[in-house]
């Protein structure tokens, strides 16, 4: 079993920046492909970004290719999602989400663990 608190979401005016935390724990988190979801009001979730578990390798939805970054940390059983040049429609919930097997998937049914979400609001 992993468990998965994420953090650091908040209020930013457009343009501006956040950085999302998840830490994990419970089983060896460097097993781990690692993703960030996010869901908005009236909406299905959608993938955003992942990265595997050695973090060579990462993966981004095309609506935040470019301003989005997505890292982790095995020693500290963390991954990050750095937001830059935020915009009102990246406004919602987002989730971190594991799985426990390779490969990289934006799939939100082939992920096994999910944290319980940090809201994210971008104001115009």
């Known amino acids: 079993q992993v468990q998965l608190v994420e953090s650091g979401g908040g209020l930013v005016q457009a343009g501006g920046s956040l950085r999302l935390s998840c830490a994990a724990s419970?089983?060896?988190?460097?097993?781990?492909?690692m993703s960030w979801f996010r869901q908005a009001p009236g909406k299905e979730r959608e993938f955003v970004a992942a990265?595997?578990?050695?973090?060579?390798?990462?993966y981004y939805s095309d609506s935040v290719k470019g301003r989005f970054t997505i890292s982790r940390d095995n020693a500290k059983n963390t991954v990050y999602l750095q937001m830059n040049s935020l915009k009102p429609e990246d406004t919602a919930v987002y989730y971190c989400?594991?799985?426990?097997?390779?490969?990289?998937?934006?799939?939100?049914?082939?992920?096994?663990?999910w944290g319980q979400g940090t809201q994210v609001t971008v104001s115009s």
């Open positions: 990265i595997s578990w050695s973090g060579g390798n990462t």
């Open positions: 989400a594991a799985r426990p097997r390779q490969p990289i998937v934006s799939s939100a049914t082939l992920y096994d663990y």
């Open positions: 419970g089983r060896t988190f460097n097993n781990y492909v």
